[in-house]
Structures are given as structure tokens and as C-alpha cells.
């Protein structure tokens, strides 16, 4: 299996523009996550889904960011407009029930740099 | 909410000896899962090993085991024989048990492992 697929990898872009972060779960994962890596603040999870649904999107800092799942096999995280402060590692999860417990499966994540 | 504490910002070791890691967490759940990932330079997440808290049983992996103290919601990482390519950022992380176990994850701020040849 391919593991779990971010793009890009890296993205530099400039503040006020709209930034677009995508993944793709391994395939027959049912739970997808998204988290945000900083020095500050550590690995935060941001937002996770169960068969596409979103089910708790409490960590979401604000309503800049948005993130959709339209199928099982890929879900974006969006920011717009983008912030200086939004500069980090996004990365993306998937689970499956396997052997009595959900492994959560990373991504390599996405570098993102807003200037 | 449940938060994870790692004390130890940095810590180095000679290759070949051990090296324990420290994690203290806070929750008033009675069942979780524990876990440690690895985050080498390269940055993918890679999980090293993980801990029930119904289990009394100590997790082991390879060279790599943990002292599981539920009382004091404490999780140390023991690692032995250390070697090069065991320098990388190390993460304790909770997951409660809600949603079926399938809830995210809550990292501490992690410990930075140096390897001495």
C-alpha cells in the first residue's frame, strides 16, 4: 500500500491568499484526521472525520480554515485568506479497526510557509 | 481535556546504552490508549509502540519498552542498546477511549534524543 498521500509537500505563498492542502487515506480507512504541527503549540489535532462525516472539528482555530471529505479516498483543508501565523507542518491520518484497536497512519505531511 | 506533559526537552545519550523518556498525563478516564511515536528529520510520524491502560502488562517492542504507572499517570519510554538512527524527536500521545477508541490523538511537546557515537 502507498501509505496515507499529502500534497504538496512543501507551499509557499503569500498572506491573504487561499491555500489548499489535500490527502488521500489509505484505501478502507474509515477515520481521517488532520493535524498542525508548530513549535509553539506542538501537534495539534485540528479536525477528524468517520465515513466522511465530520465529527469533531473543535480544534479548527477559526473560521479562516475549512476542511472537506466529498469521498472516502481524499478530503482537503483549506485556509482563506492565509496568515503569517498559519506557517507549519499539516498532517494527515487515516485509521482502520485492526487486531482490537484504530492505528492511526501518517502522512508526510505538507510544510506550509504563508510570507 | 486530557493533557500530556514531557519534561525533558532534550535529552543525549552514548550509543549502545539506555535512555529512558519521560510522559505524565491528566484524565479522569479509567481506560485509554498510550502511545510514543518517533519523528525522525525526515518528519513522517512512526509509531514505535502502544499501551492499553486496562493492561497491566508493560508494552515491549524490540529494544524498546515502557514503564506504564496508572496511579501516577505516568508512561515513560525505555530504550536499550540505543543506536544512531534512533536520534529523532520523540512524542508521547492519549487517546481516550470515547468514539470507540478511534479519537484523535493528544501529543506532548516532545523530547529531542541525541545520539553520541
Known amino acids: 500500500d502507498a501509505g496515507v498521500i499529502q500534497s504538496p509537500r512543501h507551499e509557499v505563498t503569500e498572506m491573504g491568499q487561499e491555500v489548499t492542502l489535500r490527502c488521500k487515506p489509505i484505501?478502507?480507512?474509515?477515520?481521517l484526521f488532520w493535524y498542525r504541527q508548530t513549535m509553539m503549540r506542538g501537534l495539534e489535532l485540528l479536525i477528524y472525520f468517520n465515513n466522511n462525516v465530520p465529527i469533531d472539528d473543535s480544534g479548527m482555530p477559526e473560521d479562516r480554515f475549512s476542511a472537506k471529505m466529498p469521498n472516502a479516498s481524499f478530503s482537503t483543508l483549506k485556509i482563506q485568506p492565509s496568515e503569517p501565523r498559519d506557517s507549519a507542518v499539516y498532517f494527515c491520518a487515516s485509521s482502520l479497526w485492526t487486531s482490537g484497536y484504530y492505528e492511526q497512519y501518517f502522512g508526510p505531511g505538507t510544510r506550509l510557509t504563508v510570507t | 481535556a486530557q493533557t500530556v506533559t514531557q519534561s525533558q526537552p532534550e535529552m543525549s545519550v552514548q550509543e549502545a546504552e539506555t535512555v529512558t523518556l519521560s510522559c505524565t498525563y491528566d484524565t479522569s478516564e479509567s481506560d485509554y490508549y498510550l502511545f510514543w511515536y518517533k519523528q525522525p528529520p525526515s518528519r513522517q510520524m512512526i509509531l514505535v509502540i502502544r499501551q492499553e491502560a486496562y493492561k497491566q502488562q508493560n508494552a515491549t517492542e524490540n529494544r524498546f519498552s515502557v514503564n506504564f504507572q496508572k496511579a501516577a499517570k505516568s508512561f515513560s519510554l525505555k530504550i536499550s542498546d540505543s543506536q544512531l538512527g534512533d536520534a529523532a524527536m520523540y512524542f508521547c500521545a492519549y487517546r481516550s477511549p470515547s468514539g470507540g477508541g478511534a479519537d484523535g490523538l493528544t501529543f506532548g511537546k516532545g523530547t529531542h534524543l541525541i545520539i553520541q557515537p
Open positions: 484505501s478502507g480507512h474509515d477515520y
